[in-house]
Structures are given as C-alpha cells and as structure tokens.
C-alpha cells in the first residue's frame, strides 16, 4: 500500500510539460561544453536563450551541471540588453556547487574551473561597466585577473589591466589609471603586440586628457593611431584619431582638428561603426562652425539625423544639441533653438522613465524566475523524497518476505528435528520393552539456546569537538588568512564535510561560515593596528596580510564588525582601539 501512494505522489508531481521539454534533451545537447553553447547563444540570442531555459529545466530535474547553460543565459540576455538579467545568471553559475566546490567530470579540473571562472568574472565586469557601476566592475575585473595570473595568463591579465585602468580613471583615480595603463603599454611593447600597446596608449591618452592636458595625451593619440596603421585595421586607426580630434576641439586647437580631419578623409574607411560615424560628423561640424560656414553645419548635422534614423539607439551628445541650436541662431530662428532646447529635455525624461521600465522589468523577471527555480527546487526535494520512500518500502517489505522465509523454513526444521527425535524414542522404547516388559521408559529433553548480543556502534563526534578542532586549525595554521580557501577545503583539513563543520560554526558562534573567518581576519586586522610593530604598514597591506581579496571588502567587514571604518579606527588611541578589539570578540 506504501509503494502506491509513493508511485501515485510522484505521478502527480510530474509537470505535463515535462514531456515536451525533454524531447530537447538529445544525446547531443547533453555533450555541449562552453564554446557549443557560446556559438549558439551568438547565432540566435532569442533562440538561444529561450531553449537553454528548457535546457535548465531538463538539468535542475535531473540534478545534473548547469554551469554552461547559466553562462549561456548570462550571454544571451547580455546581448538582447538585457544587463542586470544577464550578470544575474554569471552569479548563478560562479555560485554553483559543483564549480565552487570543483566537483565532477568537468569542475574537478582545477585549470579548467579557474578558466571558467575568470570568463564569468571578466563578463561580470563588462555588464557592469556598461550600467556605470565601476566600483564593482573594478572589483569584477580584478577577480579575473588575479585568476589569469594564477594560471600563467599574462596577456591575458595585462588585457584586463587596461579596462582597470579606464575604470580608475571614470572613477577619478587618475594618477592610478596613468600608471597601470603605461606598464600595460611597456608590456605590449615589449611582446611586440602592436594591436594591444595601441588600445593601451588610447586609454592611457584618454586617462591623461584629464590630468594633464595637452601635448603629452595628444601624442599617446597619435601613437595609438600609428600602431593601428600600420596594423592596418583602419576601425581603430580612425577610433585613435576621432579621439585626437576630440582632445583637439577640448583645447580649442583647431589646426590640429582640421589635420585630423584631414587624416580622416584621407583614409576614407570602407565601413565604421556607427559610434565612430557619429563623433566624425560631430568633429566636422564643430570644424565648420568655427569657420563660419553654417551650410556645411547644416550638412553634416543632416548627416547625424539620417545616422540616428538608421541607428536609433545610438546616444545623443550635447555637442549636438549646442551645434543644432547655434545653427538655429544663425539663421535668426530663436523659436526652433528654445524648442531644440525643450525637446532634449523631453527626451531625457523620456529616456529615463524607458530606462528605469526597462530595468523593472528586468527585475520582475529575476523574481519570477528565481521563485520559479524555488518551486523546482521544491519538487525536486519531493522527488527525492518519494523516492526514497520507493526503495524504503521496497527494502521493508524485502526484509519481512525474507523474515517470513526464514521463520518458516526454521520453523519447519524444528518440526521435522521434533519428528526424527520422536521416531527414534519410539524404536527405543519399542526395543526397550520387548526385552524387559517391566522397565519404564523415561526421557527429557532440555533447550537452552543462546544468543550473542551485539554492541550498539558509537555515535558520532559532537560539533563542539568538531568546533574546537577548527579553532586549533586557525590558531595553528592561520587558514582564516588565506583569500581563496572554501569551506570544503577546511572539512578536508578536519577530515569532515562541508555540512558539519558549517552546523559546528552556527552551534557555537551563531555565525555563518562566512561570516566567523570574516570576524578572524577583523580581531587579526585590529591586533596589527595595536602591534607597534605593525605601525608601517598600509590598510591596504593589513587587508592583504588578514586574507581579505579586495580593499572594498575589507573596508565593507571592518565597518561591519567593529561599526566604524579603519580609518577612524586608527585615530582611537592604544586604549579605545582595545576597547573596540574586546568588544568585537563574540
């Protein structure tokens, strides 16, 4: 009766479409690694995501690696626009078990799980940067270069130095962003790799234009121009000089704008992007209304709206918008420059309200999909559970039929034992008798059968044991100060897993694991701000030596833990910052 409620549970937990969806799970798309579905996804993004999201179904039901398909969904929504969605998915799949814990056919390869990880952290940063957060695609950014350089990557790593760099300088930290772009330049150059020393001497003029502005950011321009040249990739060459013109209006350098216009018409590129067509005609306009020649503005502007027409997506400048209005005003015509005026205004409004719908729906479409994996997470569980249940009642119902068998078959051996002892007390007796009819037979028969008892086996360690075995891991080894060790890594150390120890930590500290090597390496951060001997050393240096990966993490714990930054911890005296350091004690 167990095994048909069992069967019945799991019948009507089956989803009616499930049918349809695995009939897209071929032998085929079972062997698709990264670059199958990476060709896929860019063929047909739509296409592409819509069937990965069966694809996930297919995988999450049958408890199987979704790592591929995630980073597959990651790319698609990345490429339909979608950029909050797509970093969504890149944080699922960095997330997953079996690449954080390098478990399975595929992730136990430690080259290969570091390799993916750097492709998804490198996209992180892309989608980030993309939405202006350049705090966190910095920190993205430097996730997949710290793992290129752990693999011997050093192009690569140099690579993602270069958008680094950009990022400090859009972040301000100009000085910052000149440095690491001038070694990612001397690097290039060193390998002979013209290509990348260009794209480095670009960001690195673009860097310089703000720090310090004239000959010196122009001539990086002119040399990243060169190197593309002669490559003879005329899309960047005319990139590198479109931003030399830029930097050429900024000054008010109008002979050099007009020789790099000059440049540009003589190069005539077959087919450009449509961001560099843009600034192209921007230059020329603004080239043609310092000379006065507001036809030719007109012209070029004309240009710039059948660019729009074709491309809409493309962002407007102000420089636009001031050259549409100044054309107005030279032809006498005040109402269509105020109008001009009101329209941009208008459109931005616009712009934003469409941005903001935009990434609402992108978050409403997070929710759902995240409340929709709870539920198959949910069924799967059941799943399990029934059948578990299965081979449960399967097993009981084993164990009786045998027991049964045995009782019985024992049973009857004793029957049939009684009966051969009966028949040869009877042959005695008969004997017996016909030699002495006056003798009495008389026998007894004793049963004392015995068992052997069996030991219970001894229970398991206690978590407190488990606990304190893990404090003299940390006071012994110091691991809390290793940046890149997981939580599995230290239940190998304890010869445990990953679920005990973290039960052990909660038990006695009513902390996540995450959270109780964070508060370690905070007690280890403030002993070094106490130790007179540490007194030389950076926050930066602190933050490296007490395992922390990045400086925004660090400074984002200290503030957690101690309810001040480090900063403001350091200017307490001797006596406060042992205060604050036995207060933070759990």
Not at 112 to 121: P, V
Request: a negative charge.
């Amino acid at each position: 009766m167990r095994l048909f409620f069992s069967f019945l549970l799991v019948t009507l937990m089956v989803d009616p479409a499930s049918a349809e969806r695995l009939e897209l799970d071929t032998v085929e798309f079972r062997q698709w690694g990264h670059e199958e579905w990476k060709a896929f996804v860019l063929g047909e993004p739509l296409e592409g995501r819509d069937f990965a999201y069966a694809k996930l179904d297919v995988l999450l039901r049958e408890d199987r690696d979704v790592v591929h398909v995630a980073y597959a969904l990651g790319l698609a929504e990345y490429l339909l626009g979608r950029h909050l969605a797509s970093n969504s998915w890149y944080t699922y799949a960095l997330d997953q078990p079996d690449l954080r814990e390098r478990m399975g056919p595929v992730w136990s390869d430690e080259e290969q799980a570091l390799r993916k990880e750097s492709a998804l952290y490198n996209n992180l940063g892309i989608n980030y940067e993309v939405m202006q957060d350049w705090v966190a695609a910095e920190e993205a950014y430097a996730r997949s270069r710290e793992i290129d350089v752990r693999l011997g990557e050093e192009d690569a790593a140099w690579l993602t130095a270069i958008n680094i760099g950009l990022l400090r300088f859009r972040e301000h930290q100009i000085e910052e962003a000149r440095s690491l772009l001038r070694e990612a330049a001397d690097h290039f150059a060193e390998r002979g790799d013209a290509y990348n020393e260009g794209k480095a001497l670009l960001n690195l003029a673009i860097a310089e234009q703000d720090l310090d502005p004239g000959d010196l950011s122009m001539e990086h321009a002119r040399q990243a121009f060169e190197r593309f040249a002669v490559l003879g990739d005329s899309t960047e060459a005319v990139r590198a000089l479109v931003t030399a013109g830029q930097f050429s209006h900024y000054h008010g350098d109008h002979e050099a704008l007009g020789e790099v216009l000059l440049d540009l018409e003589r190069m005539r590129p077959g087919r450009l992007a449509p961001q560099i067509q843009y600034a192209a005609l921007i230059l020329q306009a603004n080239r043609a209304a310092y000379k006065g020649d507001w036809t030719a503005v007109e012209r070029f502007l004309g240009e710039v709206d059948s660019l729009m027409l074709q491309f809409p997506d493309l962002p407007h400048s102000d420089n636009e918008l001031e050259l549409k209005m100044a054309a107005a005003f030279a032809r006498g015509d005040g109402e269509t420059s105020l109008a001009l005026f009101r329209a941009h205004n208008q459109g931005l409004r616009e712009q934003f309200g469409n941005q903001s719908a935009m990434l609402l729906a992108e978050v409403w479409d997070i929710n759902d999909r995240a409340e929709q994996m709870h539920r198959n997470e949910q069924l799967q569980t059941r799943l399990r559970f029934a059948q578990r249940l299965n081979w449960a009642g399967g097993l009981i119902l084993l164990m009786a039929f045998l027991g049964a068998a045995t009782f019985i078959w024992k049973r009857r051996s004793d029957l049939r034992s009684q009966q051969v002892i009966v028949r040869l007390l009877r042959r005695h007796l008969i004997h017996r008798s016909s030699r002495s009819p006056e003798t009495k037979a008389r026998t007894a028969l004793e049963d004392t059968p015995s068992e052997a008892s069996r030991d219970e086996p001894g229970s398991s360690p206690l978590l407190r044991d488990l606990f304190m075995a893990l404090e003299e891991l940390v006071t012994n080894e110091g691991v809390h100060r290793v940046s890149n060790h997981s939580l599995g890594y230290i239940a190998g150390k304890l010869n445990s897993n990953t679920r005990y120890v973290s039960q052990a930590i909660r038990q006695e500290t009513s902390l996540s694991y995450s959270d109780y090597m964070n508060m370690l390496r905070i007690q280890d951060a403030q002993q070094m701000m106490l130790a007179e001997e540490s007194q030389g050393l950076s926050l930066d240096q602190i933050a490296d030596q007490c395992g922390f990966g990045t400086r925004r993490t660090f400074y984002r714990q200290f503030t957690k833990f101690t309810g001040m930054p480090p900063g403001q911890f350091l200017r307490l005296s001797q006596a406060e910052r042992a205060a604050v350091l036995e207060q933070s004690r759990p």
